[in-house]
C-alpha cells in the first residue's frame, strides 16, 4: 500500500506537507533494501511522531507481514500512545486489507500481533526487550526536556541502553530509525552522527543555506502551522539558545563555554529552611525586540547551599518591569533584592524605595567584565553548592540553555542576574552579614 494513501485513510486531518512527503522518498526506499540507519532531526509540533512513530511502522508491519516493531520514547504514556493509534489504525484498516489483531482488546495498547505475525511493541528508553526482537526499530524523542538532554549522566545511560538493549535486538531487515529534536551537541543523534553507516536527516524550522527541500533562506518548514511570525514569537519567549536548539537543530555545545552540564546535576525535591531569600535583576537598556531582556533570578540560601526557587525574563516597558519585580518580591517573600545599577536600574532602585515594606533594596555597581565576574561565580558551580528544582520550568529550561552557552550565547541576561546573585552572596557571606532575622 502507498504509504501517502495510507495516511489518508487513517489520519483523516494530518496535513501531508512537502518536509513529510521528502521524509517517506527518502526513508521508505532504505527501509526496504534494509539495514538502514537514520537520525531524523526536526523541530517540535511539526508532524514527525504521526508520520515516523505512527503511520511508518503501520505501513511497515503492512508490507512486511511477519516484521517485528520495536518503538521507544521517553515515557511510557507516549509509548501507550502510539500503540493505541497504532491498532485502531489497524482496525480501521481491517476490512479493507483483511489484516487483523491477534485480540485487540487484551494487547491494547504496548504490545500487538497481527494474524499475519507482525508484531509490535512499545516501551520508554532503558526499558526491557528481553524475548523481542526488532526487524525495524524506531525511537522517538530519547528525552523528555532539555534538561535531561544536557544531564551527563542521563545521556551515558540513554546511550548504554541504545547499544547495549535496543541494537543488539536487531533482526531480519535490521532498520533503525532515531527521531529527535536537536539538544545538545552529545545527545544521542549527535552521538550516532558521529559514527559511520548513519544518515543524518536535518529539517531545521526556518531554511538555511543549502536546504534539502529547496526552501529559500528563513522559509518555514510548515507556513500553515508555525509560520515565520509564530517562529519568532516562540524565539522571542524561549530565547536564542533554546530556539537555535529545538527548533533549528543548532545544539549547545558546552567548548570553550564557563558553565559545564556537570554544573547543574544538583536537584532538590523540598526545600530546608532558608536563611534567607533575595531576588537578582539585571535590567535592559530598551524593551525593542533586538534588545536585551530584563532577567530575574530568585534563590534561597541555607548558610551553605544555594537554591534556584525561579526566574523570568521579558523585554517589557519600565511599567511592567516594575509591576513584576513587585510580585516577585511578595510572592517570594525576598529579603533582600538585588537591583544592577545600570540602564533602567536606577529607575528601579529610586521607585522601589519610596513604596517598598519589608526586603533590603542593593545597587551594585558591575565590577570587572562580564568574563571575570562569571568565572567568580562559577566557584559555587564547582563545588556543588547550587541546586536546582527537580522539575524545571519553561523559564528556567531557557536560564539553563544561557548558562550552557556563555560566553558564546546571544544574550547573557540570565547569566548576568546569576552572577549578581552569587556574587554578591559570596561577599556578604564571607562578612558573616547574610543572615536576615524577620
Known sequence: MNILTLAKLVEHNFEITPHIVYLYKRILPALIAGNARFVIAMPPRHGKSTALARILPTWYMLTHPRASVVIATNEQELANAHGLAIRDYL??????LGVKLVDPARHAMHALRTTTGATLRCLTIRGSLIGHGADLAIVDDPYRNFAEAVSPRIRQQVSTWFRSTLYSRLQG?????VIQQRLHAKDLAGELMQRSGWTPIILPALACENDPLG??????LWATRFGRDVLEEIRTEIGDALFNALYQQRPITEEGNLFHSRFFEMRY??????SLRLISIDTAQTASDKADYTAWTVWGYDGHYVYLLDCERHRVEYPALLNITRRLIEQHRAHYVLIEQSASGYALLQTLRTDLQGAALVGVPPIGSKIVRALTASTWFEQARVLLPAQLTPQMHAW????????NSPHDDFVDSTTLALNWLRNVSIQGTWRIVR
Open 91 to 96: 482496525m480501521q484498516l481491517e476490512s479493507i
Open 173 to 177: 531487515k535490521r532498520n533503525i530509525i
Open 400 to 407: 539553563l540553555a544561557e548558562m550552557l552557552e556563555f560566553p
Open 215 to 220: 526552501r529559500q533562506p528563513g522559509e518555514p
Open 269 to 274: 525535591d523540598t526545600l530546608p529552611e532558608l
